[in-house]
């Protein structure tokens, strides 16, 4: 666990912290944001003792950080940046295996260390291991240096702005890896970033700052469907109850999807509630969708649909996903299938609009 306690910091008369204190649980994720000069990246190096405080306390389980010396302080604390800093000189392997070889470990358990946090981080060891910065692109470069900082297995992560300078199609990636790296990992991480849309992706609590003070704490969710004040509602902005969808699972939400197999007669006296049904192959992969348009007097089910008609999202896809492809397609609703394409359910507005509340503040 994380703890900033009455926690000041400046630089002469310029304030950069002002009696903050939040706490990040153990095996969370706390994203610190807000504009520029509020004080979030100053927060992240105190944590290292990359900086000092002037007044208050860091904890990291309970022990100022101020009693640990900075160098064994340090090597439990992995650290990601936006500029990556791997080193040009230095192969993947050998800047993912710098922090382990400062600690003792031999070539054979650095050479492992690698392959390991190489596949955890989506990139084949065979082909990226002895490959040099140059060579990476800047998303391959970025995700090297998530595994670098993970290499000596730290409990704690602190990421600034890590996937900043990368395009958005990469980026949306990489914190996807991130949540699914987290999900194994269950590190303790502070996360800064500028990015709204990216904190309420990846955060488990997002601490707002504004002039170098906390001006609200909480999930993503209660962020966003209970702003404190005007500061906090014009930062997440208009359409933050459609940002908040982004933090509910479709696997959550779905219903069941009727369905037929693509050879069979579809009979609608046996669906005459639904508006749209599912054509599947014997294993249940989604092949289409008939809709209610008369189009059941044709000899077969595979006849009668029609594939354009159909997206899919995905289990783990959230609302936000869901209702994207709603909007995207000619029905009022979208079919779930899991990872090998198998039809498992469906969401439709309702389930969409049960998940946002009545009223967002």
Known sequence: MIEFEHVSK?????????????????????????????????????VNRLLEPNDGYVRVDGTPVREFPPQILRRGIGYVI?????????????????????????????????????E????????????????????????????????ANPPILLMDEPFGAVDPLNRET?????????????????????DLDEAVRVADRIVLMRDGNVVQTGAPEEILGAPANDFVREFVGSDRALKRLARFIVGDFMIDAPSVDRGAHLDWNRYRDFEV?????????????????????????EDAMDDALVGAVSFGSTLRDALAEILNTELAETPVVDEHGHLVGR?????????TPRRIV
């Open 174 to 194: 990489l914190q996807q890896e991130f949540i699914s790296i987290q999900r194994k990992l269950r590190k303790t991480v502070i996360f800064v970033t500028h």
């Open 120 to 151: 955890l981080i989506g990139l084949s060891p065979d082909e990226y291991r002895n490959k040099y910065p140059i060579q990476l692109s800047g998303g391959e470069a970025q995700r090297v240096g998530v595994a670098r900082a993970l290499a």
């Open 347 to 355: 969401i439709t507005m309702a389930e969409i609009y049960s998940a």
């Open 277 to 301: 049904v599912y054509v599947t192959d014997d294993h249940r992969h989604l092949l289409g969708a008939v809709p209610r348009d008369g189009r059941a007097a044709m000899s077969s089910a």
């Open 10 to 46: 400046h630089y002469g008369n310029t304030v950069a912290l002002d009696d903050v204190s939040f706490t990040v649980p153990d095996g969370t994720v706390s994203v610190l944001i807000g504009p520029s000069g509020c004080g979030k990246s100053t927060s992240l190096r105190l």
């Open 82 to 118: 936006q500029s990556v800093g791997l080193l040009p000189h230095m192969t993947v392997e050998e800047n993912i295996g710098l922090v382990p070889k400062l600690l003792g470990c031999d070539k054979r358990d650095r050479s492992r260390r690698a392959g390991e946090l190489l």
